[in-house]
């Protein structure tokens, strides 16, 4: 199984990004997936997370500018970035926890220029 993140770039403060993540291969018992992000020279942080029951949950630096959103049978998870700032800027990745196993993805770049 491989997780593939997309949609990063480089945008100016206050615009918006949404990234995509799409698993191949077969995924059982998908119980989560997440998005975390990582800048220059700081850990990894949690982002946001959706249950496949459909609860979100954000971190607060994130809370009311991000969404998060997932399509369990296509395996995909998006994150609707809006009113980005430069404290956004981070390599994103994305994360799908099953029952059997936690699956990562590469990471896409986001940078906000001020």
């Known amino acids: 199984v491989q997780l593939q993140a997309c949609g990063g770039g480089v945008v100016q403060a206050g615009e918006s990004l949404r990234l995509s993540c799409a698993a191949s291969g077969s995924i059982i018992g998908i119980k989560a997936m997440r998005w975390y992000r990582q800048a220059p020279g700081k850990e990894r942080e949690w982002v946001a997370s959706?249950?496949?029951?459909?609860?979100?949950s954000y971190g607060d630096s994130v809370k009311g500018r991000f969404t998060i959103s997932g399509d369990r049978p296509k395996k995909t998870v998006y994150l609707q970035m809006n009113s980005l700032e430069p404290r956004d800027t981070a390599v994103y990745y994305c994360n799908i926890e099953s029952v059997f196993a936690n699956y990562w993805g590469q990471g896409t770049l986001v940078t906000v220029s001020s």
């Open positions: 959706i249950t496949m029951s459909g609860a979100n």
